[in-house]
Every structure is written in C-alpha cells, then in structure tokens.
C-alpha cells in the first residue's frame, strides 16, 4: 500500500520563544525565564506534523538567504519532507515569529513574515504535479491569497481534497471559499469569517452552519472547529458532532492547531472518514500541547495511539 501523499503550501519561519512569568504591559520591561530558538511556521509546521505521521509531504514556501534560513534547511532536511520547491529568496529575509508563553502554556504571537509573502502562483506552477499527484492540499493563510487561489485551482482539477486552516484570522473571497473541501478555524477565525462572535459550543453551531454553506458543495464540504478547552465540532451537510478536548498537562499550546490540521489531512489522506479523521487530529493536537515550541511538538504515531487509548 502506498504512503498518503499531503501537498502544504505555507510558511517556514524560526520561532524565538521566551518564556515569562506574564505578558508586559506597555512602556513595561520584564526578566524573562528562558529563551529558545525553534522552526515554526503553519506550513512547515503542518508538513512536520504530516511527515511524522507517514505521509508522504511535499513543502511548497519560500525562505531567505539568511542564518534563520540554515537553521530552517537542517531542520527540513531531518524531517523527511520534499524540500524541492522550498525556493530561496535572497531579496527578503526568512519569516521570523516572536512568541511570549506563559506558565499555563498560553501564548502571544508577532509574526513578520518577511520571505513567506514572496510566495507567488508562479511558484505553484512549478510544483503543479505534487499538487495534483496528493490525497490532499493544505493550506493556511501566512502567505499571499492569490498563491493559495491558484494552488486550489490545481488541487480542484485533480480531485484533490483541499483543506484550509484560515490563520491568522482575516476575511477570505468568497470564490476561494467556495473551492475549499474543509476549512479548519478556531473560535476567533470562525468569529470573523462568519461575523458571529464564538464563546461556547451552541456559538460554534451557529458559526458553522453559516460557514459551511460558503464551501464547497460537493465531496467532504466540512467545516471542523476548534474551540481550544471545549473540543472540537464538526458539521457538515448531514451531522453535527462535538467531540470534548482531551486532558493533557499543558506545556506550551503554540502549534497544536498545526498538529490539528496535519493529523486531520494524514488520516484523510488515508481515507479514513472523516469523524475519524477529526477524532485522530483531536488527539495530536492534545499531544502537542505538552511539548514546549513548534516543530518540536508535533507528535508521531505512537504518541497519538498512546492519548486515545488512554483518554
């Protein structure tokens, strides 16, 4: 049997985490309590998180010619992903994200993303065949719009399934939506694509049916919500179904969302259905969750399997 092959276009950015024992306020300097350096970005999250669960990944994003760059190329190469249409911008500089964690884990994000916005439908082009060759393209929203549009197009004309993770939250064409198979938002980003603020499940319903009707009619037409300590909903044209979080002892929550969304498009890419699918993602993004940085904490298998036996 052949491994699931999973297409990502994104980000690759490195994460300078410090660790706190709160955010500062304004005009305020704190001592911190540590600081790390990690790779980070949606896509390149995204496609570790993939990988490490045995999809064949192929990376589509653009870094600079830069220090943070070498640290992004040793990291890729170790993690057994296509790295042929990761292209190198001498012109710009590698996306760089700057992240203040918490005790409780919770943390705050300033993203410049610095090459990943020199992602262009020309870069896509050239990497058409692994779009239409995969089960499934990912998608997050930390490059241009028009590069995603025209990645879509392909994986649309191939049968490929095609999810979108809609962060950092900002509104989206309706045409794009319209192509999407299955958009992945949290509460904020479902709250500002669909207007309706999302606070607790029933919030989530609500949020959902108005975004689901935006998507794709055909094939998987889902829309699965991540509500962070609430679970996860997943509503469709046919059922509505909430699954609880999982406990876990929470380290770091910075890249569940992306274990999340590279679990969810492994399983699909493995055709398991799709409450299976969310059920397994669920999972992963509970194990990421007790791992501190990025890349770091996107789980394997074995790991996965331990949380759901366990839960």
């Known amino acids: 049997m052949r491994n699931p092959k999973v297409a990502v276009v994104g980000s690759a950015n490195v994460d300078l985490v410090l660790r706190t024992e709160r955010m500062p306020i304004k005009g305020e300097t704190l001592i911190g ?25 192929t990376l589509i994003a653009k870094i600079g010619d830069d220090p943070f760059a070498d640290i992004l190329r040793s990291v890729i190469d170790s993690e057994n992903i296509n790295t042929e249409f990761v292209k190198t911008d001498a012109d710009a500089g590698t996306g760089v994200a700057a992240i203040v964690v918490e005790p409780d884990g919770e943390n705050s994000i300033i993203v410049v993303p610095g ?3 020199r992602l262009t439908p020309a870069d896509i082009d050239v990497a058409q065949n692994s779009i239409a060759e995969a089960d499934v393209l990912l998608l997050q929203l930390e490059t241009p719009i028009n590069t995603s549009e025209h990645a879509i197009e392909i994986a649309k004309a191939n049968e490929t399934i095609v999810i979108l993770d809609p962060a950092p939250a900002r509104s989206l064409p309706a045409n794009l939506l319209s192509q999407v198979d299955i958009l992945k938002p949290n509460e904020v980003e479902a709250g500002v694509l669909s207007g309706r ?5 029933e919030d989530g319903v609500a949020a959902a ?10 094939g998987l037409s889902a829309v699965v ?5 609430q679970g ?5 044209q046919t059922q509505n179904t ?15 969302g992306d274990a999340f969304s590279g679990a969810l498009a492994t399983a699909l890419a493995e055709d398991k259905p799709l409450i299976e699918a969310v059920i397994f993602a669920n999972a992963a993004g509970a194990a990421a969750v ?12 074995e790991k996965i399997e331990e949380i759901l036996t366990h839960k």
């Open 209 to 218: 049916k108005a975004l689901q009707s935006q998507i794709a009619s055909d």
């Open 225 to 229: 919500l991540t509500l962070g300590q």
């Open 242 to 256: 909430h699954l609880p979080a999982i406990a876990v002892d929470v380290v770091d929550t910075t890249g569940a």
């Open 115 to 117: 090459a990943n916005m």
């Open 232 to 236: 996860v909903l997943t509503y469709t």
């Open 290 to 301: 007790t791992t501190l940085g990025a890349t770091p904490s996107m789980p394997k298998r």
């Open 33 to 57: 309590d540590a600081f790390d350096i990690f790779t980070g970005g949606k896509g390149f999250n995204q496609a570790a998180a993939a990988a490490r669960l045995g999809a064949d990944v």
């Open 197 to 201: 603020a999302v606070s607790t499940p």
